[in-house]
C-alpha cells in the first residue's frame, strides 16, 4: 500500500489538470469496491456514514466520525478526501483542533462546509465562516501535512439558492485558503460554468445529480476538475435492499432479491483484497 504521504501528492497531483470521479463509499467493503474499479481516490460521505449507524445525516458525533474516516483511510491504496461536516465546532478555533484530528486520520483532503445545522440559522455569516476556513488552512499548514482543503457553501441546497452570493461565498473562501471550491445544489450548465469561471484557476467539485442529466465529459467540457456523489450510492444500496424487504414484509415473496450481486464475485474480490495484503 502506497504510504501516506505518497497518496497526499497523488491526491494533489490530480486536482491540477482533467476532471476525475470521486465516489462515496459508506463503509470498508464499498470502499475495497471502488477501489477495485480503478477510480484514483475516493470520498467518505457523511450521510452514507451516519445511516450505516442508524443514525440521521449530521448526527454522528465527532469521535465516531473521525474513526470511520480513519478506517476508511487504512484500507484504501488510492487517496482519501473526508466528509468532514462543518468541522464539529462553531468557533474557528475548535474547527482548527478538530482539523488537527482529521488530518492525523490518514486523509488526502478534507472539507469544510458554511453549514450550522441548525435550521432557524442555517449558513454561517460570511466573516465567521472566512474565518473557520483561515483556521482549517492553519491547522493543516501547522501540521506540515500536504491535505487539500475543500471550502464548501452549502446555500444552493436551499438555504440561500442565490447564485451570486454563493460564488461570493466560494471566492473568500478560496482567499482564506481553500485549494477547493465545492457548492453541491448546483443544477444547470451556466450555474456550474459561472462557479467554475469564479474561482479559477482552482479547482471545483461538483455533485453528480442524476436528475441534471450531465455526464462526466460533460462536466469536464465545463472545467470541473471533481465529481462526487455524495451520499447517492448509499441511498441506492438502501434503496435496493428496502424494496426487496419490503416485498418479502408485505408479500411473502423473494423475487427482489433477483438482482442481488453475486455472493462468488464479492468473495473473490474480498479474498483477493485480504490476501494481496498479507506480508510476503
Given amino acids: 500500500m502506497p504510504a501516506v504521504a ?7 497531483r490530480i486536482h491540477e489538470t482533467g476532471c476525475f470521479v470521486i465516489p462515496n463509499p459508506w463503509d470498508v467493503g464499498s470502499a475495497r469496491y471502488l477501489q477495485s474499479l480503478g477510480f484514483q481516490a475516493l470520498a467518505t ?3 452514507g456514514a451516519a445511516f450505516a449507524m442508524a443514525l440521521a445525516d449530521g448526527a454522528v458525533p465527532r469521535d465516531a466520525m473521525l474513526a470511520h474516516i480513519g478506517a476508511l483511510a487504512a484500507v484504501s491504496d488510492v487517496p482519501v478526501n473526508a ?14 483542533r478538530n482539523v488537527q484530528l482529521c488530518v492525523a486520520t490518514g486523509v488526502a483532503g478534507l472539507s469544510i462546509e458554511d453549514s450550522t445545522g441548525d435550521r432557524t440559522r442555517p449558513l454561517y455569516e460570511v466573516e465567521l465562516a472566512v474565518r473557520r476556513v483561515r483556521a482549517a488552512r492553519a491547522a493543516i499548514d501547522a501540521s506540515g501535512e500536504d491535505v487539500v482543503l475543500t471550502g464548501r ?5 436551499g438555504h ?5 452570493r454563493t460564488i461570493a461565498r466560494l471566492s473568500a473562501y478560496s482567499e482564506a485558503g481553500a485549494d477547493c471550491l465545492y457548492a453541491p445544489g448546483l443544477t444547470t450548465r451556466e450555474q456550474i460554468a459561472a462557479v467554475v469561471a469564479a474561482v479559477a484557476p482552482k479547482p471545483v467539485n461538483v455533485l453528480a ?4 442529466g450531465l455526464t462526466v465529459g460533460d462536466l469536464a467540457e465545463l472545467g470541473v476538475r471533481r465529481v ?3 451520499g447517492g450510492l448509499a441511498r441506492t444500496a438502501w434503496g435496493a435492499f428496502m424494496r426487496a424487504a419490503r416485498v418479502i414484509a408485505g408479500d411473502g415473496r423473494f423475487d427482489g432479491m433477483a438482482d442481488a450481486a453475486s455472493g462468488v464475485e464479492l468473495n473473490r474480490l474480498f479474498h483477493d483484497e485480504a490476501k494481496r495484503r498479507q506480508p510476503s
Fill in 45 to 47: 460521505t457523511s450521510a
Fill in 228 to 230: 462526487s456523489v455524495g
Fill in 153 to 157: 457553501a452549502e446555500g444552493m441546497l
Fill in 6 to 12: 505518497e497518496k497526499r501528492r497523488t491526491f494533489r
Fill in 209 to 212: 445529480l442524476p436528475s441534471r
Fill in 160 to 164: 440561500d439558492p442565490d447564485l451570486e
Fill in 83 to 96: 466528509d468532514f461536516g462543518n468541522g464539529y465546532a462553531d468557533e474557528p478555533d475548535e474547527v482548527g
